[in-house]
T-cell receptor, first 113, second 113 residues
């Protein structure tokens, strides 16, 4: 079984542009999480899906950030009007259920120039 | 919400010595405490976890202890080896409130050969 897959691995974009980051969780995992990790910091929670619905989106920093998981599997994190401060590694993780061990993907390194 | 504090931020030990990393949490409802190891440029990987119904758990050279009364938990690595060098993150989660791991800020462990 494959682990959590994230694409692209790297994304460079200009300030003001729109980006989409994709996460393909481990098959059968109902819980999916997005985290953001800046250099030298721990992962910072963004949003949590249980199935298709966002169970907790309280970590999204502002309304430029949005995420979907329409069929309860693949998820897309969408960032509008990117800013240089959005530059970070965006990590996706999945688990069988809420308090089961989290399995992380390799992340997408986003650089906003 | 949950707040997790981690100390020290950096730790240097000689090969063969023990290393201890400590974390405190704020939410008394937290009941699951994993530890992740992250090597440079790689994904966080679960190394050990503990649930609130036990006080200690061991896996070869790694152990975790939990003090629910004091709301702190610790990672112990014995007989350290150079390949243990990495950044270690503690985390906590509860079944109530935000159902997503809250991470500490990380400890950079360096094992000197």
């Amino acid at each position: 079984g494959a682990g959590v897959s994230q694409t692209p691995s790297n994304k460079v974009t200009e300030k003001g542009k729109y980006v989409e980051l994709r996460c393909d969780p481990i098959s059968g995992h109902t819980a999916l999480y997005w985290y953001r990790q800046s250099l030298g910091q721990g992962p910072e929670f963004l949003i949590y899906f249980q199935g298709t619905g966002a169970a907790d989106d309280s970590g999204l920093p502002n309304d430029r950030f949005f995420a979907v998981r329409p069929e309860g599997s693949v998820s897309t994190l969408k960032i509008q009007r990117t800013e240089r401060g959005d530059s970070a590694v965006y990590l996706c993780a999945s688990s069988l259920q809420g308090t089961s061990p989290l399995h992380f993907g390799n992340g997408t390194r986003l650089t906003v120039t | 919400g949950e707040n997790v504090e981690q100390h020290p931020s950096t730790l240097s030990v000689q090969e063969g010595d023990s290393a201890v990393i400590k974390c405190t949490y704020s939410d008394s409802a937290s009941n699951y405490f994993p530890w992740y190891k992250q090597e440079l440029g790689k994904r966080p990987q679960l190394i050990i976890d503990i649930r609130s119904n036990v006080g200690e758990k061991k896996d070869q050279r790694i152990a975790v202890t939990l003090n629910k009364t004091a709301k702190h938990f610790s990672l112990h690595i014995t007989e350290t080896q150079p390949e243990d060098s990495a950044v270690y993150f503690c985390a906590a989660i509860s079944d109530t409130g935000r159902r997503a791991l809250t991470f500490g800020s990380g400890t950079r462990l360096q094992v000197q050969p």
